[in-house]
């Protein structure tokens, strides 16, 4: 039996209902390879970013591995009169997750998160499951039993 990550027994102590994909049998590395990988739309699966403010606050943002975080535009999204993405080696020690395995859920702390807006023209969205590997399929509805976020006009 697979051992769950963090994000994976958030989602069940909260029963919100989700389906794991694995990948670990692929060379996927980026993103896009990842949705290539596990047949779905680019759109549909998004990436975890995380960023500081000028203010020292972090903020977390999902949007499609298809595109780019715009960071004036999430920036404003957060109230911020800029963000910038934090260091690599940062990353472990603030969430908990490393580098392509970091997911929006059951991070070590818990930041204002924003996820792409055109989220919502899918039914159910994919994101990290927390371990390079792993995508968790769920809806918005379900995901907000585990997480706070606001949709925003965030990518390019």
Known sequence: MESKTNAMRLLDSKKAKYTIHDYSDSEA???VEV???LGENPDRVFKTLVTVGKTGNHYVFLVPVSGELDLKKAAKTVGEKNIEMIKNKELLPLT???HGGCSPVGMKKVFKTVIDE???DFDTIMF???RIG?????TLEELK???AFDLGDISV
């Open 118 to 120: 055109g989220a919502s």
């Open 134 to 138: 792993k995508q968790i399929e769920t």
């Open 128 to 130: 990290s499951g927390g």
């Open 145 to 147: 039993k585990v997480i």
């Open 35 to 37: 949705a290539q990988f």
């Open 96 to 98: 908990g997750y490393i």
């Open 29 to 31: 590395v980026s993103g």
